[in-house]
């Protein structure tokens, strides 16, 4: 089984809910240092409490559809108060089902902030030379299936992980050199 140190750090997004929490509380399980990222510190202490080690399991309130062009610093502002990140998961995201005929530019924008730039923005910052932890660090977005296959009323929802796939196609091929994994998966319902 795999087994983490407490110096193995590692940065969740949308550790509040979902799949976000479960990873953050496996990791948390395995020996991992946590930074759980959320909206609501409320529900991120909830998680904290019921972590396997809550004295290495860390929230951290930011809602990643705003400031976006701050988060790289905000990642390395982490990394300098927490440790070398040797992770970083990127699990928040928006779902909305919007039929084409209402579809707006602003609520495609919403939906990209979180699931699109957000994630590029926290690669940027953890990609930073003196923030993570050397060869062998790794990232991971959260897509969809929903980026492959496709589904009535979510064409924003599925071009914005379509665009993380894309990206992270890229940024696998320019962190390699600096010992960084970049990969996605894409969870169904």
Same mark, same amino acid.
């Given at each position: 089984?795999i087994? %983490? $140190? #407490?110096?193995?750090?590692f940065?969740?997004?949308?550790?509040?809910?979902?799949? *976000?929490?479960?990873?953050?509380?496996?990791?948390? =399980?395995?020996?991992?240092?946590?930074?759980?990222?959320?909206?609501? &510190?409320?529900?991120? =202490?909830?998680?904290?409490?019921?972590?396997? #080690?809550?004295?290495? /399991?860390?929230? @951290?309130?930011?809602?990643?559809?705003?400031?976006? =062009?701050?988060?790289?610093?905000?990642?390395?502002?982490?990394?300098?108060? /927490?440790?070398?990140?040797?992770?970083?998961?990127?699990? $928040?995201?928006?779902?909305?089902? !919007?039929?084409?005929?209402?579809?707006?530019?602003?609520?495609?924008?919403? &939906? %990209?902030?979180?699931?699109? %730039?957000? *994630?590029?923005?926290?690669?940027?910052? %953890?990609?930073?030379? *003196?923030?993570?932890?050397?060869?062998g660090?790794?990232?991971? /977005?959260? #897509? #969809? !299936?929903? $980026?492959?296959?496709?589904? @009535?009323?979510?064409?924003?929802?599925?071009?914005?992980?379509? @665009?993380?796939?894309? $990206?992270?196609?890229?940024?696998?091929?320019?962190?390699?050199?600096?010992?960084?994994?970049?990969?996605?998966? @894409?969870?169904?319902?």
């Amino acid at each position: 089984m795999i087994r %983490f $140190a #407490s110096s193995d750090v590692f940065l969740v997004t949308g550790a509040s809910a979902g799949i *976000g929490r479960c990873i953050a509380a496996l990791l948390n =399980e395995l020996g991992a240092t946590v930074i759980a990222v959320g909206r609501d &510190l409320e529900r991120l =202490e909830t998680v904290r409490a019921s972590a396997p #080690s809550p004295t290495q /399991f860390h929230p @951290a309130v930011r809602d990643l559809s705003r400031d976006l =062009e701050a988060v790289p610093e905000w990642v390395a502002g982490l990394s300098g108060r /927490f440790g070398l990140l040797r992770g970083l998961v990127h699990s $928040a995201g928006l779902v909305e089902i !919007i039929p084409l005929k209402v579809l707006s530019i602003e609520g495609a924008r919403r &939906l %990209f902030d979180v699931n699109y %730039f957000a *994630g590029i923005a926290l690669a940027k910052g %953890f990609s930073k030379r *003196g923030v993570f932890a050397g060869p062998g660090s790794s990232i991971l /977005f959260l #897509s #969809s !299936i929903q $980026a492959i296959r496709g589904t @009535a009323g979510v064409s924003t929802y599925s071009a914005s992980k379509g @665009a993380l796939n894309a $990206a992270v196609r890229s940024l696998a091929v320019g962190l390699q050199p600096k010992g960084i994994r970049g990969n996605a998966i @894409a969870p169904g319902y």
